[in-house]
């Protein structure tokens, strides 16, 4: 059966050559302990009768969908997270990108939702959460995560592995990028450029961006390591620099009381986390309501909103008030569903999106990342 791995890997250099570059990256090894295939992150295993019983078309899209699931690192990415809701919110991003090319073909039992395919795995898992019972799916072809006997946990992977498979995969999806861009028109496989900004975005917590903006020039370091920004171990290192930081949350009718929850969560590890910074807080529907000078350990105010969503009096009070002598960010915890202003506001913009919310492309201007546990 190891004849059908080498035709179908032929076949898939024929119609994409991004993703036979990606395959010269996996090992694939035949086993009966599987009813269909999976992958531990590096090795593809499979079944060969399975393998053996499907259309060439299907059996290149099975190919696909667990290279797929490695070089996006879905193993590693997993962490915590139940295992079979997560495995489903993986087979929904490939079986997503695999379908957008009519060469292949999905085996039967593939997960499909349409309305979720151009998300990331992170935030399909939170939806997924979100449905509680009503989720009605069943398990695909993969059991990705699911079978102990070939598939590790991400616990059980060292830090020092995981290091290694994400260089590993971050290789790999280099050259299959400079493969694809050289030789098929300088065009990627749908989709694929947009689930490799996901996976970058997906190894960086979202008060990682935000350090970006309040960290203004390298000489701020004075030799820091960047390792400890997660654990509060920098500020001595800002000089007492004082930046702005003008957050709103939204309080329209669209938030849940779970999401204003999380939006609370968030604004307090802002200030766990940046003491020295000057924040003000507005609640924000289709109207706002502050400033509110927040301090470490501050109460929050109670919030008021719950009408229609507009972002356009944060931005417009946010110009008239801030003091222009200062470096300064907007953060906006929001769904991102709303007016947006017609212009971009003078400060850099952080959208801190929840899961479900607009999509990426749909923000006219800052930068967007997701609120992901």
């Known amino acids: 059966m190891e004849d059908a791995i080498t035709i179908s890997r032929l076949r898939i ?60 690192l879905h193993n590693i990415r ?15 991003v490939v079986n ?22 151009t998300k990331s ?10 449905q509680g019972d009503q989720c009605k799916f069943e398990l695909s072809m993969s059991d990705l995560l699911a079978s102990s006997q070939v598939n590790n946990a991400p616990e059980s992977i060292s830090t020092q592995q995981q290091k290694d498979l994400k260089a590993y995969w971050n290789d790999a999806l280099q050259q299959a990028a400079v493969i694809a861009r050289t030789t098929n028109q300088g065009k ?33 370091f004075q030799g820091f390591d960047r390792r400890f920004i997660g654990q509060g ?65 501050n109460d929050l105010p109670k919030p008021r909103g719950g009408g229609g969503t507009s972002f356009i009096p944060f931005f417009t009070a946010v110009e008239k008030h801030r003091d222009v002598s200062l470096e300064g960010v907007c953060v906006y915890l929001t769904d991102g569903y709303g007016d947006f202003p017609q212009y971009a506001p003078s400060l850099p913009v952080l959208w801190v999106v929840t899961p479900g919310g607009l999509d990426n492309q749909g923000f006219p201007f800052g930068e967007v990342v997701r609120l992901i546990k």
């Open 13 to 72: 250099r024929t119609k994409s050559p991004f993703f036979a570059t990606l395959s010269l990256f996996a090992e694939f090894k035949p086993t009966f302990n599987l009813d269909t295939a999976a992958t531990d992150g590096k090795v593809v295993f499979y079944n060969p009768d399975f393998l053996a019983n499907l259309p060439p078309n299907q059996q290149d899209g099975l190919i696909v969908h667990e290279l797929l699931h490695a070089a996006l």
């Open 233 to 297: 171990l920098y500020l001595e290192m800002l000089l007492g620099e004082s930046v702005q930081v003008f957050v709103a949350i939204d309080t329209s009718g669209s938030i849940s009381n779970e999401q204003m929850k999380s939006f609370y969560s968030e604004l307090l590890g802002i200030l766990g986390s940046y003491p020295h910074l000057n924040c003000q807080l507005y609640y924000a529907d289709a109207a706002i309501y502050g400033p509110y000078q927040l301090k470490p350990n």
């Open 96 to 117: 997503g990108l695999i379908v957008q090319d009519t060469s292949y073909e999905l085996p039967p039992g593939g997960i499909r939702y349409p309305e979720w395919e």
């Open 121 to 130: 795995v992170e935030e399909i898992y939170e939806l997924l959460l979100q």
């Open 78 to 92: 997993r962490k915590e997270r139940e295992p079979r809701l997560w495995n489903i919110a993986a087979d929904i």
């Open 188 to 220: 990627l496989p749908a989709g694929i450029e947009r689930q490799l900004g996901e996976l970058a975005q997906a190894q960086i917590d979202w008060r990682t961006y935000l350090w970006r903006y309040l960290v203004q020039t390298p000489t701020d």
